[in-house]
């Protein structure tokens, strides 16, 4: 028979969202661990590119009793610094990490649940998922019907423009991710055709601040959940078009266009060795123009009423999107011009070790701001999961308080 440890919580995944939840945990006495496949900031090690930094200002890392302490607040920390800060915040917090074990299962159980790892299992009464919401990146199912000499490549496996063959090289996809690498990849001397489908667009720097320390100072990333009308809507909204880099420069579709990126609409089928592409261009790039006007004008609403104007510089608009009048609607992918696609069009969860019926038609659990239909059971870490803020490192923090609270409320209300 198998040997069982007994604990009250497993959190599973040691990236910040688990070790946040660690902290609070620790500070309500609650007696747990922290099971890790790899190490501390796993993700962040094995599954980034090399130039990466984060998208949040280095002030922006907060999580309970932790934050910046370096002399460059307002810079973007590079993968091996935030690998180093998340190390270091387990160890200043002394989480109770088993680092280098899988979880193969997690089952419900009498009072509680069994998780099985491949190095041990545990039953406990209650568990907390901060695996996150990029353990594998999406890729549609059109992918199958790419010709065979153009090699492909999704963004959670690139590194840098070394790994590409030379020549033109098509991105699809034009959130935060597929607008740095079509960037990086044009700026290595490879053509890039970059496929826009819906997208939001935001300046870097807006009235002489970091459009993070606007959202942050406004309120806007500490919109709850259940203050939105349409909450799965919401999680669903692509990343802002974002780039962490020293010069803190905006990285929009103009920036792209500008350097001799080519814009083509969503890509929407291949059919006979032909790219097919949405006619939808130049309306995602208008309703991405119309979304950032508003945020901008909530923007200025806000500094107005809080007397910010004359401390600021003055409000300013950035130029419209610039589009093809006519954007091609197809592409031979054939001809030898493009011999890289580079799938930089999202990531899910992985949930294939979940034995508890949570999860909806489309692979998502079911959850009311992180508390799940199965009593005990939580969730962390996912996009606007309680806040807007909830997917940031910055968001772990206060979500974490709420859950830790729920969560000691419900061993307390079952202690019998």
Avoid at 212 to 224: C, F, K, L, P, S
Avoid at 299 to 314: F, K, P, Q, R, S
Wanted: hydrophobic letters at 40%.
């Amino acid at each position: 028979m198998a040997s069982f440890r007994t604990i009250t919580t497993v959190v599973i995944g040691a990236g910040h969202a688990g070790l946040a939840m660690s902290r609070c945990l620790t500070d309500r006495s609650i007696d747990h661990v922290v099971i890790e496949r790899g190490e501390v900031a796993n993700s962040w090690r094995t599954e980034r590119w090399d130039s990466l930094r984060l998208l949040t200002p280095n002030w922006q890392s907060r999580l309970p009793g932790f934050g910046y302490d370096g002399d460059d607040p307002d810079g973007y920390r590079t993968m091996p610094e935030v690998i180093d800060f998340l190390t270091r915040y387990a160890g200043v917090i002394s989480a109770p990490v088993q680092t280098n074990t899988k979880v193969t299962s997690l089952s419900a159980a009498e009072s509680g649940f069994v998780v099985a790892a491949d190095q041990g299992s545990w039953r406990c009464r209650t568990v907390v998922l901060a695996t996150g919401a990029c353990n594998v990146a999406r890729v549609p199912a059109i992918a199958a019907a790419v010709p065979s000499g153009i090699a492909t490549i999704t963004s959670m496996d690139y590194r840098n423009p070394g790994q590409l063959e030379d020549g033109g090289v098509l991105v699809v996809g034009a959130s935060a991710t597929g607008t740095q690498l079509a960037d990086e990849i044009h700026r290595s001397g490879r053509p890039v055709i970059l496929a826009v489908g819906e997208h939001v667009r935001a300046p870097r720097l807006y009235r002489g601040k970091d459009i993070e320390w606007w959202m942050d100072v406004a309120g806007v990333h500490d919109e709850r959940y259940d203050e939105v009308d349409d909450i799965g809507r919401a999680r669903r909204v692509p990343s802002l078009q974002l780039a962490g880099s020293p010069e803190r420069r905006t990285l929009d579709l103009n920036a792209l266009t500008g350097i001799g990126v080519r814009l083509v609409g969503r890509i929407a089928g291949i059919i006979d060795g032909k790219a097919q592409f949405s006619g939808s261009l130049l309306n995602n790039c208008t309703m991405a123009d119309l979304k950032m006007n508003r945020l901008l004008g909530t923007i200025d609403e806000w500094a107005t009423a809080n007397g910010l104007d004359g401390e600021v510089d003055a409000p300013h608009r950035l130029a419209p999107t610039e589009v093809e009048s006519a954007p091609p609607l197809s592409m031979d992918l054939t001809t030898g011009r493009i011999r890289t696609i580079v799938w930089a069009t999202g990531y899910s969860p992985d949930y294939s070790w979940l034995q508890i019926p949570v999860l909806d038609r489309k692979g998502q659990i079911r959850h009311d701001g992180g508390v799940t239909e199965h009593p005990g059971l939580y969730l962390m870490g996912m996009q606007f999961l309680r806040r807007r803020k909830s997917a940031l490192i910055d968001g772990a923090g206060d979500d974490a308080r709420d859950l830790s609270d729920h969560l000691a409320s419900y061993l307390r209300q079952n202690s019998a």
